[in-house]
C-alpha cells in the first residue's frame, strides 16, 4: 500500500501524537456529505411542517435551517445527529483507503479495524456544555485498542470563535490516565461525557498546546493516548466536524480484551480496566 505522508510527517506524529494534514481529501467527497446534512435538515423541517426557510445548497452554508430548528426544538438537533453518520458519502470516507494507509504507515499493522459505534458528526452548538468533551483519551471511551487513531475533519472552516480542539503535545507518550466517571462541576454530562482526569489541572499544565485551525479538506490524526478537549463555541453558529475512528487489532491489550468497545456499545470501563477508575 502507497505511503501517503511524509517522513518529516511521521516523525512529527510521533513526537506531539497530533498531525495536521492539509487538503488530505477531496473536496468532492466532502461535498456529497454537506449536501446529505443539508437535505436531512430540509427533511425535519418538512416533516414537522415547520415554516423555516433553507437557503441553496452551498457547500459553506451546508447546515442552513439548523439553527432556527434547535431554537425550535433542540430535541430535533439530537435527531439530526443520530441520523448523519448514516449519509453513504461519510460511511466512505470514513472507511477509505487513505485512512487504511495511514493506520499502516503509522502504525506498521497489518491487521486494521475501524471502530464500530466509533465514527460520527459532531454537532457542537453555541454556548452549551452538555456534550463539550473536557480533556480526555480516546481509548477509555473506546476499549477496543490501546492503538488506535482518530481522523477528525472539519465541515466549515474553522474559527477561534467556533471553539476548535485543543491538544496537550507529547501527552500521549505518558500512557493511559486514570479517570473518574463523573464530572462533579457538571453532573448533566454522561457516559463518556463525564469522565474526567483524576488529576485534570495539574497533569494538563506539563504540556504546551496547540489548537490548529482547519477547513473542509484538511485532516487531523490524533493518537488514541494524547490529551485533547473540545474548545467553547462562541460563535453563533453550530461546530460540524467528523471524526473517524481506526485502531489496530494486533495491540495486546485489545487481544486479550476482545476489543470490547465502551460506553456507546454498552460496556463499563470499570469491568474492563478497574485500575484506571479512581473513586
Ligand atoms: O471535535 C471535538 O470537539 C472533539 C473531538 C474529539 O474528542 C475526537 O475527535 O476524539
Ligand atoms: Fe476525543
Redesign the pocket.
Known amino acids: 500500500m502507497e505511503e501517503v505522508l511524509t517522513v518529516d510527517q511521521v516523525a512529527s506524529f510521533n513526537q506531539t501524537g497530533v498531525l495536521v494534514v492539509p487538503g488530505f481529501y477531496n473536496l468532492s467527497e466532502v461535498e456529497p456529505i454537506q449536501r446529505g446534512i443539508y437535505s436531512v435538515i430540509g427533511l425535519v423541517i418538512d416533516e414537522k411542517r415547520l415554516s423555516i426557510q433553507q437557503a441553496e445548497f452551498a457547500p459553506e452554508t451546508f447546515d442552513s435551517g439548523f439553527q432556527e430548528l434547535i431554537a425550535h426544538d433542540r430535541g430535533l438537533g439530537g435527531l439530526v445527529y443520530d441520523a448523519v453518520k448514516q449519509i453513504p458519502a461519510f460511511i466512505r470516507l470514513a472507511s477509505s483507503t487513505n485512512h487504511e494507509a495511514v493506520i499502516r504507515q503509522l502504525r506498521g499493522t497489518a491487521t486494521p479495524a475501524i471502530a464500530a459505534g466509533g465514527y460520527g458528526i459532531?454537532i457542537?452548538n453555541p454556548q452549551e456544555e452538555k456534550f463539550r468533551?473536557a480533556w480526555?483519551q480516546?481509548y477509555p471511551a473506546q476499549i477496543r485498542s490501546m492503538d488506535g487513531l482518530?481522523f477528525?475533519s472539519p465541515l466549515l472552516s474553522m474559527t477561534k470563535e467556533l471553539g476548535p480542539?485543543e491538544f496537550c503535545l507529547g501527552s500521549h507518550k505518558d500512557g493511559v490516565v486514570p479517570v473518574r466517571m463523573k464530572d462533579a462541576a457538571n453532573p448533566e454530562k454522561v457516559g463518556a461525557y463525564g469522565l474526567t482526569l483524576a488529576d485534570e489541572a495539574e497533569r494538563v499544565k506539563r504540556y504546551d498546546r496547540a489548537a490548529p485551525l482547519t477547513q473542509p479538506g484538511d485532516m487531523v490524526v490524533?493518537d488514541w493516548l494524547v490529551l485533547?478537549r473540545?474548545g467553547e463555541n462562541h460563535s453563533n453558529r453550530s461546530r460540524w466536524?467528523m471524526?473517524m475512528r481506526w485502531f489496530n487489532f494486533e495491540e495486546p491489550t485489545g487481544r486479550r480484551l476482545g476489543w470490547p468497545g465502551s460506553f456507546a456499545a454498552g460496556n463499563d470501563l470499570r469491568v474492563a480496566h478497574p485500575e484506571l477508575v479512581v473513586d
Open positions: 459532531r457542537d468533551a480526555h480516546e482518530v477528525w480542539v490524533i485533547h473540545s466536524s471524526q
